[in-house]
């Protein structure tokens, strides 16, 4: 269920806020009570400053709107004019985008799962081996105590010398034996501490995912997150270039998608695609992954593309430069 979000700006002042969790907005309102004249409501993201909507009394006083703020980014909201504007919208549900790296990377969970697969069958070997030490060990016990019993039934008061060196070299065997396997135990117990070392070295790989992409917020609305930064020739415009995505809708249903076999190309620059894409993949690096956020005006606009994506759409796309000539 998603939770509402709101927010009332008063003519000349400013809010700003940290988004702490991710939110759309979707509506901008005048208040019951109007004056005369013109309202602009704005918003600043990255030290750059955006109109959302112009709003004046008894013509147009509310507009929706379709924009989403994600988590991280610092942005100040403001009125220009003399009337205070109502926003709302709803927080967004977390989604996992492949911790960025789940469409590419399941090569490198297939190796750690395999690891860990190897640690729990030492741990149960370890566990196994316990075990039948235990038993082995009260084993021995029980046919120490039934040599000891039978013969003293049969001869009570006779022994000779030969059964007494012989019972000294089963008790100095017994003996060893109770030795080796404290000895075995010791080097079980020294071999845990290393199980756990593997553990420390896997979060220390896994710490990098946790770093926030760099993002970059167009003039345009489109929003252009550097996810992963590729370390290849920079794309342009007249170039063409290979690419692997997945297109979501803002409620996270996937559109369209192009993950394996051969990849999707296309001339950059050249209107072959949507201007999300001609504006969002320039200057991206072979190797280097993307996620645009793009508006209606830079996608399908108000028609749409049916059955898949409605009128109005805002886009999400995760994308990946694969070849570039």
């Known amino acids: 269920m998603l939770g509402f ?48 909507c112009s709003l004046a009394a008894g013509k147009t006083e509310q507009q929706t ?11 100040t909201f403001s009125v220009s004019g003399e009337n205070t504007v109502h926003l709302s919208g709803n927080y967004l549900p977390e989604e996992d985008f492949g911790s960025d790296e789940d469409m590419y990377d399941d090569e490198d969970d297939m190796e750690d799962d395999m690891e860990e697969d190897d640690e729990e069958e030492d741990e149960e070997d370890d566990e196994e081996g316990e ?21 003293a039934k049969k001869q009570a008061k006779v022994e000779t010398p030969v059964k007494k060196e012989e019972a000294k070299k089963e008790a100095k065997k017994e003996i060893k034996k109770e030795e080796a396997k404290k000895e075995a135990k010791k080097e079980t117990k020294k071999e845990e501490p290393k199980k756990e070392v593997k553990k420390e070295v ?5 710490a990098p995912k946790k770093e926030e992409p760099k993002k970059t917020v167009l ?20 170039k063409k270039i290979g690419m692997r995505y997945i297109g979501r809708l803002t409620n996270g249903k996937v559109f369209d998608k192009n993950t394996s076999g051969q990849p999707f190309h296309f001339n950059l620059g050249r209107g072959e695609v949507i201007k999300g894409w001609d504006q969002g993949i320039q ?9 645009l956020t793009i508006p209606p005006a830079l996608a399908y606009g ?12 805002t886009l999400v796309f995760e994308v ?3 070849t570039l000539k």
């Open 283 to 291: 200057g991206m690096q072979l190797g280097g992954e993307r996620r």
């Open 202 to 206: 896997k979060k220390e790989k896994e």
């Open 131 to 151: 075990e039948n030490a235990i038993v082995t060990k009260g084993a021995k016990r029980v046919a120490q105590f039934e040599e000891k019993t039978a013969p």
């Open 65 to 75: 709107l379709d924009l989403v703020f994600t988590e991280g980014e610092e942005i």
């Open 320 to 322: 990946k430069l694969v």
């Open 219 to 238: 003039a345009s609305g489109l929003v252009i997150e550097d996810v992963k930064v590729g370390t290849g020739a920079a794309a342009k415009s007249g």
């Open 5 to 52: 979000w709101g927010l009332t700006v008063l003519p000349d002042k400013t809010y700003r806020q940290v988004v702490e969790n991710s939110f759309k907005l979707s509506m901008a309102a005048l208040d019951e009570t109007t004056k005369p004249g013109r309202s602009s409501v704005r918003v600043t993201v990255d030290k750059k400053t955006f109109v959302l």
């Open 302 to 313: 108000a028609r749409g593309a049916p059955p898949d994506i409605p009128k109005n759409a």
